[in-house]
């Protein structure tokens, strides 16, 4: 709920990945909340930059050194967006899934991942299903 308020403020994170997001827990309470921080790339959606051109060499090094950055972003495709925001914390959902030994994301989420930005659901449709 969070990032579907900072994309229906105007803005995208920009980075998000395992640093940037901390567990909050109320003094006494079992349970932790999940904080999204660093907000220092973020950018207004009417601000955004086009894409950027990568050598195919870069793009296999980004790749491998930031596979939160959506491939859209990586390959050139077209600049930072909400799908490549949704791509970046869904990869990190996975990460989290996978650490804790939850199984493989579900489906749903997993369409998040999806390499056409186009066919990524938005925030709203993936809350609504789950």
Do not use: C, W
């Amino acid at each position: 709920e969070a990032l579907l308020y900072v994309h229906f403020v105007g803005f995208l994170h920009n980075d998000i990945k395992v640093n940037n997001v901390v567990l909050d827990n109320r003094k006494g309470s079992r349970q932790f909340n999940p904080v999204l921080i660093d907000f220092g790339k973020s950018l207004p959606l009417t601000g955004l930059r086009g894409p950027k051109a990568l050598s195919t060499e870069k793009q296999k090094k980004y790749r491998k050194d930031f596979p939160h950055i959506a491939p859209e972003i990586v390959m050139g495709m077209q600049g930072q967006s909400i799908a490549s925001d949704i791509f970046s914390f869904f990869y990190l959902a996975e990460v989290i899934f996978l650490k804790a030994k939850l199984g493989p994301l579900p489906e749903v989420l997993q369409r998040a991942l999806d390499s056409d930005p186009a066919r990524r659901p938005n925030l709203k449709e993936i809350l609504d299903l789950l």
